[in-house]
């Protein structure tokens, strides 16, 4: 067998998924909940960090009790659920996705988004096709996705992490691909601002297409 073809590992939520609107609105749900007032997307982006209890204390000045974050976790999720719906593909992904495929590259989907939830997501864009592996969060929710990078690669035949590169919109993404020794480019569009992602000392891009580009150079 030849040389292993170069790999990205799509982040979903704020990545291929244009979902910030959604959450915003189930953040600032759950926000009420305890009493807090709402935020806006320039500070969410300016504070937003996993595991996400943290993010809650960067905002209340103290960790949430087990039972606040229990109870913020379930109206997040419903909220999101009832928004998410009217939300779409980042632009350009089907293109960008079908490119990438037929250029002799394989990809995957790597998101915290419940495992569940995330197929029929997927298979109704109609994407499914262009990846070699789809794994949402199996387990708790607001941790790391380290350990779920390392599990996801180590399911992936004929992948090499060192021609293997993860986009993403979080500081996470970066944290996750260093854990397993593949490369990172950061997407603005999502959670993160451009000036937090800059911290990650990775390639820091404004469009998909660009984060391709990004890939195309890092794995080869």
């Given at each position: 067998?030849?040389?292993?073809?170069?790999?990205?590992?799509?982040?979903?939520?704020?990545?291929?998924?244009?979902?910030?609107?959604?959450?915003?609105?189930?953040?600032?749900?759950?926000?009420?909940?305890?009493?807090?007032?709402?935020?806006t997307?320039?500070?969410?982006?300016?504070?937003?960090?996993?595991?996400?209890?943290?993010?809650?204390?960067?905002l209340?000045?103290?960790?949430?009790?087990?039972?606040?974050?229990?109870?913020?976790?379930?109206?997040?999720?419903?909220?999101?659920?009832?928004?998410?719906?009217?939300?779409?593909?980042?632009?350009?992904?089907?293109?960008?996705?079908e490119?990438?495929?037929?250029?002799?590259?394989?990809?995957?989907?790597?998101?915290?988004?419940?495992?569940?939830?995330?197929?029929?997501?997927?298979?109704?864009?109609?994407?499914?096709?262009?990846?070699?592996?789809?794994?949402?969060?199996?387990?708790?929710?607001?941790?790391?996705?380290?350990?779920?990078?390392?599990?996801?690669?180590?399911?992936?035949?004929?992948v090499?992490?060192?021609?293997?590169?993860?986009?993403?919109?979080?500081l996470?993404?970066?944290v996750?691909?260093a854990h397993?020794?593949?490369h990172?480019?950061?997407?603005?569009?999502g959670?993160?601002?451009?000036?937090s992602?800059?911290?990650?000392?990775?390639?820091?891009?404004?469009?998909?297409?660009e984060?391709?580009?990004?890939?195309?150079?890092?794995?080869?």
């Amino acid at each position: 067998m030849g040389e292993q073809a170069p790999h990205i590992v799509w982040d979903w939520n704020g990545t291929l998924f244009h979902d910030i609107d959604a959450v915003m609105s189930a953040t600032n749900a759950a926000f009420a909940e305890i009493g807090l007032e709402p935020i806006t997307l320039a500070r969410y982006r300016e504070l937003y960090c996993v595991p996400i209890p943290r993010f809650y204390e960067r905002l209340m000045g103290r960790l949430p009790t087990q039972a606040e974050w229990d109870h913020m976790d379930v109206i997040f999720h419903r909220h999101y659920l009832d928004h998410h719906l009217r939300c779409g593909l980042a632009e350009g992904v089907e293109s960008l996705l079908e490119d990438w495929q037929e250029t002799g590259g394989t990809q995957s989907i790597l998101s915290m988004y419940g495992h569940e939830d995330l197929l029929p997501l997927v298979r109704g864009f109609g994407i499914e096709r262009r990846f070699v592996r789809v794994d949402g969060r199996t387990g708790p929710s607001g941790g790391s996705k380290a350990e779920h990078m390392r599990r996801h690669i180590s399911g992936l035949e004929g992948v090499a992490a060192r021609r293997t590169v993860v986009i993403g919109d979080a500081l996470d993404d970066a944290v996750a691909a260093a854990h397993v020794g593949a490369h990172a480019v950061l997407y603005t569009g999502g959670s993160h601002s451009r000036a937090s992602l800059e911290g990650a000392g990775v390639p820091v891009v404004d469009t998909l297409a660009e984060a391709v580009t990004e890939a195309a150079r890092l794995a080869n």
